[in-house]
């Protein structure tokens, strides 16, 4: 008997650990400890501010919403090529005194560390901590706007079906307590994940947060509306939540229900296939001296069916005003189809808030919008009928200045800025003065201009930089 080869015995014994070493191995459970925290129902620790890790889609590029800070507002505009973030860049940021240094130093940082991560996952650079927040904040709007434009989701866990999802962050809704802000992910029209990625924070508001938001995301995603309970003993928290919400709801195209459960309503009798066809959308909120009013329309057909008012100014004498106000104002909006109304006597700041709110909600349906108040100022109204027909009318986020609130609406044409008006700017006092000379020249600078890169009016450094704020919020919307 043929004894076997010594070598022979090394290679065969070395085969068989090595085949046993495949197998166990191959046994190793193949879940992700951070899949099982991914699975989870999107609640945000109340600590945390604007998060989000969700990369870029598409292509171009995009500007974010200005965020406001403590020392200034920051504002971050991205290009995107082929889903990549190529280049950040911040279009506003604080300035004067020691901000100058603290800019000059942050934001380089912040562009590279935008590019690094691909997502508004980002460190704060330290000793500049709400310019750093500003950017972030700003960020993740750009981020939310370039998704959105490229009609892709960030994913968020929902299996087979995330292809499909789409993000998409609401307004910042501010509270007594501090801002609030939600973003949603919805997917076969229906949420599938609802987060807080702003809520109040600090002293007691950590715990009223880490009780009330687990429980509003819950609701959100159960109701598939923003038509959902306050949590008890978190009042503001749960109405900042719920606008914010309604925001976004808005945003993703979702059918949203009602911000408030306060929305006094006109034009409930449109026929069924009326309501099949029309568009329903929210606008932003307009603050005034009294509470905030916002309002929401529905548009069929080019017309506005039905307008009704989510939130209005409330307690005191602020309920019988609004109770007599609001329906005359619905149903003049139904009349007018615009936004060009008449105020209701004896309700001036309700009135100018909802006309506000109108506006923008007439500006997000497509529909074609007369001007929200009677001041507006124009420029270039001598336009062909040919490219008024072809052109598409946009109004801008509000800026606030120091002096009051600036908004610019701007009619764009092949490509091109026709008109510039401001239908909203500081009033009273010097401020009067000061507007009626500058408006007028940057209106025909943001013609001539066609970008929001236009050259302050000497005297106006407050109104200028509002006014630029708007109009670049006004060309983004207008795809220019």
Same mark, same amino acid.
């Given at each position: 008997?043929?004894?076997s080869?010594?070598?022979?015995?090394?290679?065969?014994a070395?085969?068989?650990?090595v085949?046993?070493v495949?197998?166990?191995?191959?046994l190793?459970?193949?879940?992700?400890?951070?899949?099982?925290?991914?699975?989870? !129902?999107g609640?945000?620790?109340?600590?945390a501010?604007?998060? &989000?890790?969700?990369?870029?889609?598409?292509?171009?590029?995009?500007?974010?919403?200005?965020?406001?800070?403590?020392?200034?507002?920051? *504002?971050?505009?991205?290009t995107?090529?082929g889903?990549?973030?190529?280049?950040?860049?911040?279009v506003?940021?604080? %300035?004067?005194g *020691?901000?100058?240094?603290?800019?000059?130093?942050?934001?380089p %940082?912040? !562009?590279?560390?935008?590019?690094?991560?691909?997502?508004? #996952?980002?460190?704060?650079?330290s000793?500049?901590?709400?310019?750093?927040?500003?950017y972030?904040?700003s960020?993740q709007?750009?981020?939310?706007?370039? !998704?959105?434009?490229?009609?892709?989701?960030?994913?968020?866990?929902?299996?087979?079906?995330?292809?499909?999802? %789409?993000t998409?962050?609401?307004?910042?809704?501010q509270?007594?307590?501090g801002?609030?802000?939600?973003?949603?992910?919805v997917?076969g029209?229906k949420?599938?994940?609802a987060?807080a990625?702003?809520?109040?924070?600090?002293?007691q508001?950590?715990?009223?947060t880490?009780?009330?938001?687990?429980?509003?995301?819950? /609701?959100a995603?159960?109701?598939? $509306?923003? #038509?959902?309970?306050?949590?008890?003993?978190?009042?503001y928290t749960?109405?900042?939540?719920?606008?914010s919400?309604?925001?976004?709801?808005?945003?993703?195209?979702?059918?949203?229900g009602?911000?408030?459960?306060? /929305?006094?309503?006109?034009?409930?009798?449109?026929?069924?296939?009326?309501?099949?066809?029309?568009?329903?959308v929210? &606008?932003s909120?307009?603050? $005034?001296?009294?509470?905030?009013? =916002?309002v929401r329309?529905t548009?069929? &057909?080019?017309?506005?069916?039905?307008?009704?008012?989510?939130?209005t100014?409330?307690?005191?004498?602020?309920?019988?005003?609004t109770? !007599?106000?609001?329906?005359?104002?619905?149903?003049a909006?139904?009349?007018?189809?615009?936004?060009?109304?008449? /105020?209701?006597?004896?309700?001036?700041?309700?009135?100018?808030?909802?006309?506000e709110?109108?506006?923008?909600?007439?500006d997000?349906?497509?529909?074609t919008?007369?001007?929200?108040?009677?001041?507006?100022q124009?420029?270039?109204?001598?336009?062909?009928?040919?490219?008024?027909?072809?052109?598409?009318?946009?109004?801008?986020?509000?800026?606030?200045?120091?002096?009051?609130p600036?908004?610019?609406?701007?009619t764009?044409?092949?490509?091109?800025?026709?008109?510039?008006?401001?239908v =909203?700017t500081?009033?009273?006092?010097?401020?009067?003065?000061?507007?009626?000379?500058?408006?007028?020249?940057?209106? *025909? /600078?943001?013609?001539?201009?066609?970008?929001?890169?236009?050259?302050?009016?000497s005297?106006?450094?407050?109104?200028?930089?509002?006014y %630029?704020?708007?109009? *670049?919020?006004?060309?983004?919307?207008?795809?220019?």
């Amino acid at each position: 008997m043929r004894k076997s080869h010594p070598v022979r015995r090394v290679v065969l014994a070395t085969a068989a650990t090595v085949s046993g070493v495949v197998l166990l191995l191959s046994l190793k459970p193949s879940s992700d400890p951070g899949g099982a925290q991914a699975a989870g !129902n999107g609640a945000v620790p109340p600590a945390a501010s604007a998060q &989000g890790g969700a990369q870029a889609a598409g292509t171009g590029m995009v500007t974010g919403d200005a965020a406001q800070t403590q020392y200034g507002a920051v *504002q971050v505009r991205l290009t995107v090529a082929g889903g990549r973030i190529t280049k950040a860049e911040a279009v506003q940021a604080p %300035k004067g005194g *020691q901000s100058d240094q603290i800019t000059a130093n942050a934001v380089p %940082k912040l !562009n590279q560390a935008v590019l690094a991560a691909q997502g508004a #996952n980002i460190d704060a650079v330290s000793g500049a901590t709400y310019t750093s927040t500003g950017y972030k904040k700003s960020l993740q709007s750009a981020i939310d706007k370039a !998704n959105a434009t490229a009609d892709t989701g960030s994913g968020g866990g929902s299996g087979g079906g995330s292809a499909q999802a %789409k993000t998409v962050t609401g307004d910042v809704a501010q509270t007594q307590y501090g801002a609030v802000q939600v973003r949603v992910t919805v997917a076969g029209g229906k949420i599938t994940k609802a987060e807080a990625v702003q809520a109040p924070k600090g002293g007691q508001s950590d715990q009223i947060t880490a009780n009330a938001v687990p429980k509003l995301n819950q /609701a959100a995603v159960a109701a598939g $509306t923003a #038509n959902i309970d306050a949590v008890s003993g978190a009042t503001y928290t749960s109405a900042g939540y719920k606008e914010s919400l309604q925001s976004a709801i808005d945003k993703a195209g979702a059918t949203g229900g009602s911000g408030s459960g306060a /929305a006094q309503d006109s034009g409930a009798g449109q026929d069924a296939g009326a309501a099949q066809a029309a568009k329903t959308v929210t &606008g932003s909120v307009a603050q $005034t001296q009294y509470g905030p009013v =916002q309002v929401r329309v529905t548009v069929a &057909g080019g017309k506005i069916t039905k307008a009704e008012a989510v939130q209005t100014p409330k307690g005191g004498q602020s309920d019988q005003v609004t109770a !007599n106000a609001v329906p005359k104002l619905n149903q003049a909006a139904v009349a007018a189809g615009t936004a060009n109304i008449d /105020a209701v006597s004896g309700a001036t700041y309700t009135s100018a808030g909802y006309k506000e709110s109108l506006q923008s909600a007439i500006d997000k349906a497509g529909a074609t919008g007369g001007s929200g108040s009677g001041a507006a100022q124009d420029s270039g109204a001598g336009q062909d009928a040919g490219a008024a027909q072809a052109a598409k009318t946009v109004t801008g986020s509000v800026a606030q200045t120091q002096y009051g609130p600036v908004q610019v609406r701007v009619t764009v044409a092949g490509g091109k800025i026709t008109k510039a008006e401001a239908v =909203q700017t500081p009033k009273g006092g010097q401020s009067d003065q000061v507007t009626a000379n500058a408006v007028p020249k940057l209106n *025909q /600078a943001a013609v001539a201009a066609g970008t929001a890169n236009i050259d302050a009016v000497s005297g106006a450094t407050y109104t200028s930089a509002g006014y %630029k704020e708007s109009l *670049q919020s006004a060309l983004d919307q207008a795809g220019g």
